[in-house]
């Protein structure tokens, strides 16, 4: 297979990388059945080039009912590259005389996306401190690209994310109290629809972020790309899911709100709004839970049947201690 | 009635013998396979050890926070109801310390080793 792929890469990268001889070392990343993640290295005679495929194999065109699909990812990318905010270069976006399917070739970014190592390792000790500040800047930058050039994106509100949650834990028809709770909360605290609308990542945490001693270098996975209040990415990194452990550093394990939000500020001038923040990040911390639920569904009904897909199903009481150390702390 | 060895002396034989002899033989993606297969062996062992107890608790204290008897599982779809209907919520005496005590038995079997829930073990 391997093979195969190497061949009709070095094809497809003939046509747009002038002087390129070949491509080698093709191995496939990670991605379930619908979306591939490749690895390859592109020979030039200048030095070679770490390359990424990102694709939907043929087949597999018609994207999930969230995803913002792959050609919007890499429009995203660029704007988001050509805005100055870290993103690996996009260099080549697929077209159907590739024979690839649908997707984009981009640029590898070395560092690391691993939170346990960005959490602890010493390579990244220098970085740790400033971490949260600069999350904060990289989504003002975000939140300041420009509307008109954005691709087309769905129109998310508070509302509407409490009804797609509540629909896909209905779907499961297992009785879970505390999500209903949450998402009698959510309801009970919708703050409406943000004065402000933005571009919202929608997927800014770790694992989507590669680290290097220097700091953040790239911003990964657009898919779940929309338009909303910005205040959500906000809360969603703060989800306590992303702290692998370091649990009295809200943003990613790496430090304090206050950094987050002076780092946003500082970007933007634009103002935080904290209670609008706590409220995403319930959502979030249940939306991660029913993102849980919903691997243990698909590992049941067959097409990702893997024991890791089974486990993360026992995650999703995680998320139900969360929701109550939010929603219902005990005194102290 | 089944025989011996029971259920929980069997899955920690095989475990034992994936971790001290099968885990040292194999390495990359199928190493990662083997370690969350071994996290899954150590969970059913911990539900083993924990549910009957938990479970009975749990439908007990149910039964007394709804006035209703039933299976576990009815009682759990009441309770998911009332809260959603707004007729019950965290001002319904007993509801807070149930859905914790609950939750706390979840994550002693689904993840022991969870920060927020060692965290508030210490509380007790």
Partial sequence: MAATIEQQLERCVRSWCPGATGVSDAARLSGGASQETWSFEIAHPDGNIGAILRRAPSGYGAAPSRAAGLA????????????????PRVLHVLEPGDELGIGFIMQRVEGETIPRKILRDETFAAARPKLARQLGEILAGIHGLPLPQLPELRRMTAASEIA????????????????????????????????????????????NLIIGPDGVRAVLDWELAHLGDPMEDL???????????????????????????????SARGDRVDPERVKFWEVMGTLRWGVMCCGMMQRFRDGP???VERAMIG??????????????????T | MQDEPTPSELIQAVADFLRAEIAPQISG????????????LDLVLRQLALESDSDAVETAD???LLGLHGSLAELNRALADRIATGE????????????WKTTLAKLAVDQPNYAAYKRELERK
């Fill in chain 1, 72 to 87: 919007a990812e890499a429009v995203l990318m660029r704007l988001a590259h050509d805005a100055g905010i870290p993103s």
């Fill in chain 1, 164 to 207: 797609e949650l509540a629909r896909d834990y209905r779907g499961f028809n297992w009785p879970r109290p505390v999500f209903e709770l949450a998402l009698r909360w959510l309801s009970d605290h919708d703050p409406g629809p943000s004065a402000r609308v933005t571009l919202v990542h929608g997927d800014f945490r770790h694992g």
């Fill in chain 1, 235 to 265: 809360g969603w990194v703060c989800v306590n899911s992303w702290r692998f452990g370091e649990i009295d550093k809200p943003v990613g394990g790496l430090g304090t709100r206050e950094e987050l939000f002076a780092g946003y500020e």
């Fill in chain 1, 304 to 306: 990702e049947h893997s």
């Fill in chain 1, 314 to 331: 026992r995650r999703s009481s995680e998320t139900e201690i969360d929701l109550l150390r939010l929603l219902a702390p005990r005194g």
């Fill in chain 2, 29 to 40: 993606h199928a190493a990662f396979k083997l370690r969350v297969s071994l996290n899954a």
């Fill in chain 2, 62 to 64: 149910l039964s007394t």
């Fill in chain 2, 88 to 99: 019950a919520d965290l001002q319904t005496p007993g509801l807070a310390d149930h859905l």
